[in-house]
């Protein structure tokens, strides 16, 4: 009968101590378990005189009785306890700062464009598109460059067919917009060209935009108008103009256009007056009408802005470069 004290208080003593749901178990295993120390106290009924068994036995029952019911209410706050310790772990603050997460931004060229399209169409110009693929009657022969011509050579490039091909610049959208509309007309024509160039400043696939004004006594002034208004918008006021005499077979006359930028005249484009021919190619009695054209790089424009040295950086998509526009 002492025994049996003895071992429901060192029960009881070491359940009060239990500080989780694991240990709490081992304790049950110990005193409760099949091999338990109070269950195997049953097997001393054997050894007991016949009149002693009953007693000794309620008494093991009851033994069991107090300590399983001991058990349970540890069990109860130990579950509570933990359950707490759970959700206080799992618990969010909402008035703490959500997760950093850098936020991009728009491509270098893509900003470029934008800024360019913001500025001619501030300037009654609107923005036209059209196909990459191109025929050779639109890239080259309505733009007066035969096949036999000189200037086709350096842009001859990725062909599909005999006549067709990746269009080498986006003059072929000046084509196809005068073949379906009358002038007057002012639009740009912004996309990606490709050519067989590939060095620091030349890329195989770079992104241009055209301009194209089409109206009655167009005039160099207009034109040179027009590209003083782009560059100060684009480099700053004190930017500064120079037209030098050029050829192109689209235009006559023509000038490869300089910008001040700095204390530095950078070369940042071609330009001129629409030569008669493309009027004629496409339906315009050149007699009546007259207009400028010129195509622009926007690598090159970005390349001048911010004194980017290598045509290449904007295609390599190192993070560091892109993160600096």
Do not use: C
């Amino acid at each position: 009968m002492n025994e049996i004290q003895i071992l429901v208080d060192e029960a009881l003593k070491e359940i009060d101590s239990a500080k989780d749901s694991n240990t709490l178990n081992n304790i049950r295993v110990k005193y409760l378990g099949k091999k338990g120390l109070i269950t195997s106290l049953m097997k001393k009924l054997k050894d007991l005189p016949q009149e002693e068994r009953p007693k000794f036995g309620a008494m093991v029952n009851e033994a069991k009785d107090t300590v399983t019911q001991k058990i349970n209410e540890k069990l109860k706050e130990l579950s509570e306890k933990e359950k707490k310790q759970k959700y206080e772990k799992l618990a969010v603050d909402i008035s703490l700062p959500g997760a950093r997460r850098d936020i991009g931004h728009l491509h270098i060229l893509t900003q470029i464009q934008r800024e360019l399209e913001d500025i001619f169409i501030s300037m009654g110009f609107e923005v036209v598109e059209g196909p990459e693929v191109e025929d050779t009657w639109h890239n080259f022969d309505a733009l007066n460059t035969p096949d036999w011509h000189p200037a086709r050579d350096v842009q001859d490039s990725f062909y599909f067919t005999d006549k067709i091909l990746l269009r080498t610049h986006t003059s072929p959208v000046q084509i196809r917009t005068m073949l379906q509309r009358k002038p007057p007309l002012a639009i740009i024509s912004p996309g990606r060209v490709f050519r067989r160039d590939y060095d620091s400043t030349h890329l195989p696939m770079f992104t241009q935009m055209e301009v194209l004004f089409v109206d009655k006594n167009v005039t160099i002034k207009h034109l040179k108008y027009t590209l003083e208004e782009m560059a100060k918008r684009i480099f700053g006021e004190g930017s500064k103009v120079r037209l030098r005499p050029s050829f192109f077979p689209f235009t006559e006359p023509s000038y490869e256009v300089d910008v001040l930028f700095g204390d530095t005249w950078l070369e940042i484009l071609g330009a001129g007056m629409v030569d008669p021919n493309v009027f004629k190619n496409v339906g315009y009695d050149p007699n009546e009408w007259s207009g400028f054209a010129f195509g622009l790089g926007l690598e090159r424009i970005a390349m001048v802005k911010f004194g980017i040295k290598d045509i290449r950086d904007f295609i390599r998509n190192d993070i560091k470069f892109l993160e600096n526009y």
